[in-house]
């Protein structure tokens, strides 16, 4: 149990669907961040929250849409996916977003888009 | 832009057949490398931080070193629990944080 908390664990949902993925973090951490893991391919940063403000946006498209309503709670929207969109979706939180500063990762959201 | 590149990307070892996995990076001013331990399904599990080359980490049978240009994971007598995907990332001068694709280590009993 690293601290912080994503639900669902598993989601299969088809093109047409809107679902949201929702991530807590217990730490008392400032900055929180979704990162998309695909099959052989490094971890894709897709969006970074700092205090509540959206500091990052890393050329996502819109299909996905963040949220962040406060400091331990993230968001992320999901509507008229595609198949290549499948892949563990990972939230991430750290003390700040500044130097030196390690990263915790929830356990991911195994999406499938069918 | 940053690069994080680890070698190799698959590693079979014997129970107790010591190795090393390699990260080597480009980084706009190093602010930080990190190894995680990432096991199937699951999140990446925090490991360690480096800050500066000549530094060194331990923890049981895991120790990270670094240099100005690369960071070893090195496993000294590997039990088939520490089977996993390890994953190095940079922290650079703009605070973006870059992984490498991971080296996938299976120790076999």
């Known amino acids: 149990e690293t601290g912080v908390t994503q639900t669902p664990r598993h989601l299969v949902m088809g093109m047409t669907n809107k679902k949201s993925l929702k991530c807590e973090q217990h730490?008392?951490?400032?900055?929180m961040y979704w990162y998309k893991q695909s099959a052989k391919k490094p971890l894709e940063l897709m969006f970074v929250?700092?205090?509540?403000?959206?500091?990052e946006n890393n050329s996502v498209p819109s299909r996905f849409s963040p949220e962040c309503p406060n400091s331990s709670h993230l968001f992320l929207h999901l509507h008229t996916l595609q198949p290549e969109d499948s892949a563990l979706y990972l939230c991430?939180?750290?003390?700040?977003?500044?130097?030196?500063?390690?990263?915790?990762f929830g356990q991911g959201t195994r999406l499938t888009v069918v | 832009e940053d690069q994080v590149t680890q070698s190799p990307e698959a590693l079979r070892l014997q129970e107790g057949e010591s190795s090393s996995l390699n990260c080597s990076y480009t980084v706009s001013g190093l602010r930080g490398l990190f190894w995680y331990r990432q096991d199937p399904g699951k999140g990446p599990e925090f490991l360690f931080t480096?800050?500066?080359a000549g530094e060194e980490k331990e923890k049981e049978r895991l120790k990270a070193t670094l240099t100005k240009k690369e960071s070893f994971l090195h496993i000294t007598a590997p039990k088939p629990e520490d089977s996993a995907t390890y994953l190095c990332?940079?922290?650079?001068?703009?605070?973006?944080?870059?992984f490498g694709g991971g080296t996938r280590l299976m120790v076999k009993p």
């Open positions: 991430a939180s750290s003390q700040s977003r500044g130097a030196s500063t390690e990263a915790f």
């Open positions: 990332a940079v922290r650079d001068a703009g605070n973006m944080l870059t």
């Open positions: 730490l008392g951490h400032n900055a």
């Open positions: 480096l800050y500066s």
């Open positions: 929250y700092s205090l509540e403000e959206r500091v």
